[in-house]
């Protein structure tokens, strides 16, 4: 990477920074405040410190990473650290941007009827019945009115109009942003711990396949009838026959069984039988891994269309709507979906093969197809992925920074109990998610037989990569 990307990286780290730490000051310190030609400069030379050497630390740790992944020839993951990079640097312009502009956005007015509707909360108004929760609220949003009228702006808007925004709601903004940049890279880097973790299992399986047991047990030129191989066993039974019974029983293996030997087995002998010579030695598990790492540099980007989505759900999380229910729900049905599917593929190549022959030699050679896919597009199911998992860590992070924002219990969450249940589910899904779900698709598809894109034969920068997938010992 260039040195003036990093600095870019640095000054974008840098203004952020600071531009929380002014939200903050600027939001807590409402009574006697002083501007910065009134402040000791031993405190401001402090805080600018402080700020810098954080940003400095930052920015050397993310040039250690990409350094090491660099020599590691992690193409893939390398490109998904630059993904990271491009997000918090699109997130510290957006909070630069709400600092600057805060001046201007507070004299922007609109009606008080309109400011009225659409809120997120129960209005807080003039009625006399209001409890005493309600009655605190009031009076911290006219101490929040005349703070902005005294001391943040001297503009006031004209009579029977309010801010568009207050400033105290855009330090608000300031806090999700900053927690939406903080939770993305720890949520990302989870999600692919957990997915070489699930990978990382499957190494015995492929140093099975180098003892002479297995080559006794798999041998080609021994016949066996097709309904008796183990790959075929585990996916194709009576119930498989009828519909409805062969999609239950899609959905519930994703959470006991997701991935077997036999599975692992059979499509890896798929692979190497089309691909490779016979009796050719191939790290599969490793290709998998490779695999793994191309998908994630996929799902750990954010696209114009999940930001579009993060727009849409802050417009429709209205009072009453239960939109935040709703959109809890989602990524569970789509994840759920998505593993079913899967499921269902790899049980379809079990059937296709009973369909095609009754005797086979050795292992059964499965054949993959995009028509196990939706609309016969693989990708397809990834980008779903993609989504699931954006709109999860998004309903987390919002989640928290309602709890930093409002408190534990709070008007965003009427029934705290199912504000509960809401986050435990999003954690259940980014555990299926990794541990599951992304590990299926990465070995599923790969029976389609496409190469990820750092193995590039006769590539030299990747000489070591390819070295480690088609070296006969195991590490």
């Known amino acids: ?17 600071c531009c929380c730490c002014v939200a903050v000051a600027s939001s807590e310190s409402s009574i006697g405040s002083k501007d910065l030609d009134q402040t000791p400069t031993w405190a401001v030379a402090g805080v600018c410190t402080v700020f810098i050497l954080i940003s400095i630390t930052l920015e050397k740790s993310l040039h250690k990473v990409g350094t090491w992944l660099r020599e590691k020839h992690k193409k893939a993951l390398l490109e998904a650290l630059e993904k990271v990079k491009a997000e918090l640097m699109v997130l510290g312009f957006l909070s630069l941007l709400l600092t600057f502009g805060q001046s201007y956005i507070v004299r922007i007015c609109i009606p008080m009827d309109v400011a009225d509707k659409l809120l997120p909360c129960p209005y807080v108004g003039n009625d006399k019945g209001s409890s005493s929760e309600e009655e605190h609220r009031r009076k911290l949003l006219s101490y929040e009115r005349r703070y902005l009228s005294d001391d943040a702006t001297p503009y006031q808007c004209k009579e ?35 997915g070489r973790l699930k990978i990382r299992g499957w190494k015995a399986w492929e140093a099975e396949t180098s003892s002479h047991g297995y080559e006794f047990a798999n041998d080609p030129s021994r016949f066996r009838l097709t309904h008796e191989t183990s790959f075929v066993k585990a996916h194709a039974s009576f119930w498989t026959r009828y519909s409805i019974f062969f999609y239950i029983g899609c959905f519930f293996r994703q959470f006991y069984r997701s991935v077997g030997k036999a ?41 114009p269309v999940l930001w579009a989505s993060f ?47 009754a005797v086979v030699q050795g292992i059964p050679l499965v054949q993959g197809s995009d028509r196990y896919f939706w609309f016969g597009r693989p990708q397809l199911v990834l980008h779903l992925i993609h989504f699931a998992l954006f709109q999860n860590a998004f309903q987390i992070t919002y989640f928290l920074w309602i709890w930093y924002s409002f408190g534990l219990r709070n008007c965003f969450h009427a029934d705290y109990k199912l504000a509960v249940v809401k986050v435990a589910l999003g954690l259940g899904v980014l555990c299926l998610c990794s541990y599951i779900t992304l590990p299926l698709y990465a070995l599923v598809t790969q029976v389609n037989f496409f190469f990820p894109s750092d193995f590039v034969l006769f590539d030299q920068s990747h000489s070591n990569a390819l070295i480690d997938v088609f070296s006969v010992s195991m590490n």
């Open 311 to 357: 727009v849409v759900f802050l417009l429709l999380n209205v009072n009453g709507w239960h939109a935040m229910f709703w959109a809890s729900l989602i990524p569970v049905v789509i994840i759920l979906a998505v593993g079913t599917k899967l499921q269902a593929a790899l049980a379809n190549m079990a059937i296709e093969i009973t369909e095609r022959h």
């Open 263 to 303: 599975d692992y087995l059979a499509l890896r002998n798929g692979f190497i039988t089309v691909h490779l010579a016979p009796g050719s030695k191939f790290n599969f598990q490793k290709y998998i891994k490779r695999s793994l790492e191309d998908d994630f540099k996929v799902v750990v980007g954010v696209s």
């Open 1 to 17: 990477m260039s040195v003036l990307k990093y600095r870019n990286l640095f000054l974008c780290l840098v203004s952020w920074l």
């Open 160 to 194: 029977r109009h309010q801010p568009l925004i207050s400033g105290n709601g855009l330090h608000q903004l300031h806090i999700l942003v900053f927690f939406l940049a903080v939770l993305h890279v720890f949520y990302s880097a989870i999600t692919m711990l957990l």
